[in-house]
């Protein structure tokens, strides 16, 4: 089971970005988003697919349609530049998976 | 709410090697802890889990190599990790683990590098 990510998204500041992965663990499992900016350990920004942690802005936001999930940053800012993952759970929950990661680029 | 990773450095193939992760600002004992690692330049690899009640999960990449456990005593969780390969040389993070709520801490990670 895999969970498929875009290498790179590129946005202008102010606009709004959007990261897609698709699995098909995702029909029934839960994801989870993470950023890591370089040099940084991840952060969690989004679990169970849209719900936003504390302390996280409301510019993150997650949604979910069938097999693909998609994390949304509206109004992106400078400091939003960083790599993306989303992860979630194979059929079964013994597995943990991770997509590829995607590179936010802010133009 | 803090996890600090040690443990890591350079080993020889087929070496063994102990990582920690130490918790502290939170009750270790009713949580999951989790062992994530990134080789270099490379993406997230999940690696182990271990449940509050003990109940551990492997990836297929290290199982029966590798073996998680915690010592709720010490507020701490290990990985040891034998037969070690260069495939294994990556940034080991550990991560608490909340089901329903994903990895929502991170400790700053520890390197291991296999290496001749």
């Known amino acids: 089971s895999e969970l498929t990510q875009p290498p790179s998204v590129s946005v202008s500041p102010g606009q709004t970005a959007g990261i897609t992965c698709s699995g098909d663990?995702?029909?029934?499992?839960?994801a989870y988003w993470y950023q890591q900016r370089p040099g940084q350990a991840p952060v969690l920004v989004i679990y169970?697919?849209?719900e936003r942690p504390s302390g996280i802005p409301e510019r993150f936001s997650g949604s979910s349609s069938g097999t693909t999930v998609t994390l949304t940053i509206s109004g992106v800012q400078a400091e939003d530049e960083a790599d993306y993952y989303c992860?979630?759970?194979?059929?079964?929950?013994?597995?943990?998976?991770f997509g590829g990661g995607t590179k936010l680029t802010v133009l | 709410v803090q996890l600090l990773d040690s443990g890591g450095g350079l080993v020889q193939p087929g070496g063994s090697l102990r990582l920690s992760c130490a918790a502290s600002?939170?009750?270790?004992?009713?949580?999951?802890m989790s062992w994530v690692r990134q080789a270099p330049g490379k993406g997230l690899e999940w690696v182990s889990s271990m449940t509050s009640a003990d109940v551990t999960y492997y990836a297929d990449s290290v199982k029966g190599r590798f073996t998680i456990s915690r010592d709720n005593s010490k507020n701490t969780m290990y990985l040891q990790m034998n037969s070690l390969r260069a495939e294994d040389t990556a940034l080991y993070y550990c991560?608490?683990?909340?089901w329903g709520s994903g990895f929502d801490i991170w400790g700053q990670g520890t390197m291991v590098t296999v290496s001749s």
């Open positions: 169970r697919d849209t």
């Open positions: 991560a608490k683990t909340n």
């Open positions: 600002g939170f009750t270790f004992s009713n949580y999951a």
């Open positions: 992860q979630s759970e194979d059929i079964s929950g013994a597995y943990q998976l």
């Open positions: 663990a995702l029909a029934k499992q839960d």
